[in-house]
């Protein structure tokens, strides 16, 4: 089956920095999404972004389908995105997300 | 609109029991799909419905079943249950059939002893 990989799988931040989170894909897909994991374990959902590039407000996604990766973007971090990100991508033929292993992020104040 | 609710939220349950886990989509979405997450094997899909028809199904045993309603509310339920099965079990909904966004429920944590 596909194998999706997230780098880097932990990440400390200073408040006010700038991060990439990395989501790799080891086959074509249908679509991919972005989740941020609350400290209770529901997912939110960030961006749902097959292709191209997407803003809403402080955080960016770009997904480069033909050389399957997606890149999360962060700026100027807040002790709000603590957390654990996660990229899933979905197959039509297997009807399905398949996760990454998250990255987790810690931003310090 | 309402998210996706899943009750209960938590569960305590011993060793050789069953659970039943509920799972109601947003209104008007007709997918549902489950997941299990745990420390060690991360967000594994479990099962897929749509229009009370299960199109697909990850790589559980037989213990791990489902089953979607006409109003497309969703239950699964886990027979004779092993340590193992401890786990946030997360349930989403999509609007339609295909590869459209999918919204996650807060899930159910179920702990076995």
């Known amino acids: 089956g596909i194998q999706v990989e997230q780098s880097p799988p932990d990440l400390i931040l200073q408040e006010g920095a700038n991060s990439t989170l990395r989501c790799n894909f080891s086959?074509?897909?249908?679509?991919l999404q972005w989740f941020h994991q609350n400290p209770w374990g529901q997912l939110i959902n960030l961006f749902y972004?097959?292709?191209g590039t997407k803003q809403n407000g402080r955080l960016s996604a770009t997904t480069v389908a033909t050389e399957r990766y997606s890149l999360l973007y962060i700026s100027s971090s807040q002790t709000t995105d603590s957390g654990v990100y996660f990229c899933?991508?979905?197959?039509?033929?297997?009807?399905?997300?398949?996760f990454g292993g998250g990255t987790r992020v810690l931003v310090k104040p | 609109k309402a998210g996706v609710t899943q009750t209960p939220r938590y569960l305590i349950k011993t060793r050789g029991q069953q659970v039943t886990l509920s799972c109601s989509p947003i209104s008007g979405h007709r997918s549902v799909s489950w997941y299990q997450q745990t420390p060690g094997q991360g967000l594994q899909f479990l099962f897929e419905y749509f229009s009370e028809t299960q199109r697909n199904k990850g790589n559980f045993p037989g213990r791990f079943s489902g089953r979607q309603f006409s109003n497309s509310r969703s239950e699964m339920n886990v027979s004779t249950l092993e340590l193992g099965d401890s786990a946030l079990y997360l349930c989403?909904?999509?609007?339609?059939?295909?590869?459209?966004?999918?919204?996650f429920g807060p899930g159910t944590r179920l702990t076995v002893t």
């Open positions: 972004i097959p292709s």
């Open positions: 899933a991508v979905f197959q039509a033929a297997g009807n399905k997300l398949t």
């Open positions: 989403a909904s999509t609007l339609g059939a295909g590869e459209g966004e999918q919204y």
């Open positions: 086959d074509s897909v249908n679509n």
